[in-house]
């Protein structure tokens, strides 16, 4: 069995490590003999999504969201058809705030792909630090960390998870992220899914379930590091 990661505009989504996504997503599918292939979809360049099983997308600065969102309008179609379709996306930060209609800032607006019907409002004062939430997706506690200025708005849609310990989609504090189909929105650097290893094999599973038209069984990975280091965020709010 075989995966396409695509890697979106990793030229400017680039600012907070998230390409770890990338890399875990691929690993646990090499670790159990499953063949990986990671595509890079710079900015500017046609892409296939149909060819794609997961799209990963980073974080950045106001800046290079504001650069990337010329380039939307020529993608939407089909990223949207995709989405739709039930591909699966992994949007962190800047990336989830553009999956939604608009980043307003003090600057102006930064328009998004309005995949969703969300929306984000900077606000003074950064929510950043160490998060960690309880997701309806996986057993394990969920951890990152957040930096952002945006607040973002998700109406009716279901949120990633509830905030145990950090802020969240605002400084509310009550939930954080958001789900749609196999969608994930999130705030959560770290890279998410190495500290994260139940959700980097969900959306394994999912794209494996979707190209292959067939239940999946992972075989589990000895993922002490993993729940290790996961472990060292739940514990830090705990003392
Ligand atoms: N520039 C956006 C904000 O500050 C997103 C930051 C990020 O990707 N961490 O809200």
């Known amino acids: 069995m075989k995966l396409i990661i695509g890697h979106l505009y990793p030229e400017l989504f680039n600012l907070y490590g998230d390409r770890g996504n990338v890399q875990c997503l691929e690993k646990r599918l090499r670790w159990r003999g499953m063949e990986a292939e990671v595509i890079s979809l710079p900015v500017g360049e046609r892409i296939d999504f149909s060819n794609l099983d997961i799209v990963c997308w980073g974080g950045s600065s ?31 930060c800047a990336a989830y705030q553009l999956l939604g209609d608009y980043y307003e800032t003090p600057g102006g607006k930064t328009m998004g792909l309005g995949l969703l019907e969300i929306y984000t409002r900077w606000a003074p004062g950064r929510l950043v630090g160490n998060i960690v939430l309880k997701s ?32 969240g989609n605002t400084e509310k504090g009550d ?7 196999n969608v994930i ?17 969900l959306i394994l599973k999912r794209a494996l379930e979707r190209r292959y038209g067939t239940d999946i069984i992972l075989q ?17 709010f705990r003392c």
Request: include cysteine; glycine fraction near 12%; charged fraction near 25%.
């Open 62 to 92: 106001d800046r290079e969201s504001e650069l990337a969102s010329r380039y939307l309008t020529g993608i939407r179609r089909d990223f949207k058809a995709y989405v739709e379709d039930g591909g699966s996306v992994l949007a962190v």
């Open 136 to 167: 309806k997706l996986v057993p394990m506690p969920v951890v990152g960390f957040e930096n952002h200025g945006g607040r973002t708005y998700i109406g009716s849609y279901s949120p990633f998870g509830t905030v145990n310990s950090g802020h």
């Open 175 to 181: 939930y954080e992220g958001l789900l749609y189909k």
């Open 185 to 201: 929105g999130t705030y959560l650097h770290g890279p998410l899914l190495p500290k994260n290893p139940q959700i980097c094999d």
């Open 220 to 236: 589990p990975l000895p993922d002490e590091a993993e729940h290790k280091a996961n472990h060292q965020i739940v514990d830090r």
